[in-house]
């Protein structure tokens, strides 16, 4: 069992309609959960992070995190054709500063 | 605030060679992290230095090694340089302290012949 795992997808949806990614992780000592989005041939941009139970909103994303589950999800309200790329999902334990990311999914907005 | 910047962008080397790679992270910023990332294997943690101190160390083998200096800025080095070692290799910033969010640099794209 990989450590974080997400669909690779692709995902498609239609601009002005919600993306909603997913990752569930298998390390229950992990404390705190990021998103990065990155573009192809370049490097990934830290785009949301979680540590707590709950939603958390920024802009037209937001996170949500179940630690019992061991589940966190992305979603993406009004997507954009520039939000076309891949999501990669991370997650780390207290105290290391050491990044366990999952193969990303691939998102394709179309206009 | 400037980001974080890494140095050279691209780099072809041959096997056998080896090859060191820098980083300078945010102002402020005392923790460097390493990750190479291939499309077979994604992104994958290599080693964090903290305060010029090795603090977490991924599983990999002993051909890469890094280091920290006062001002924080970091090096990695590879050595005896093998085809899969072909990448882009990452450096990230963060404050180090626990839940830290970590900011990535643009990568240094390194070709292996």
């Known amino acids: 069992q990989k450590e974080v795992e997400q669909n690779s997808g692709p995902l498609s949806v239609p601009e002005g309609a919600i993306a909603s990614l997913n990752c569930t992780y298998s390390d229950r000592g992990s404390q705190s959960f990021f998103w990065y989005r990155q573009y192809s041939g370049k490097s990934p941009e830290l785009i949301m992070f979680?540590?707590?139970?709950g939603d958390k909103e920024d802009g037209r994303f937001t996170a949500q995190l179940n630690k019992a589950s061991q589940y966190v999800s992305l979603l993406i309200r009004d997507s954009q054709p520039s939000d076309s790329a891949t999501y990669l999902c991370?997650?780390?334990?207290?105290?290391?500063?050491?990044?366990?990311f999952g193969t990303g999914t691939r998102l394709l907005v179309s206009p | 605030k400037a980001g974080v910047t890494q140095t050279p962008r691209y780099l072809i080397k041959t096997r056998g060679q080896q090859v060191t790679l820098s980083c300078s992270p945010i102002s402020g910023h005392r923790s460097v992290s390493w990750y190479q990332q291939t499309p077979g294997q994604g992104l994958q943690f290599l080693f964090e230095y903290f305060s010029e101190t090795q603090r977490n160390k991924g599983n990999f083998p002993g051909r890469f090694s890094g280091r920290q200096f006062s001002n924080s800025r970091s090096e990695m080095n590879v050595s005896t340089l093998e085809l899969g070692d072909s990448a882009l290799y990452l450096c990230a910033s963060s404050l180090g302290v626990s839940y830290n969010e970590q900011f990535f640099g643009p990568g240094t794209r390194l070709t292996v012949l």
């Open positions: 991370a997650v780390m334990n207290t105290g290391f500063q050491k990044l366990v």
């Open positions: 979680i540590y707590s139970n």
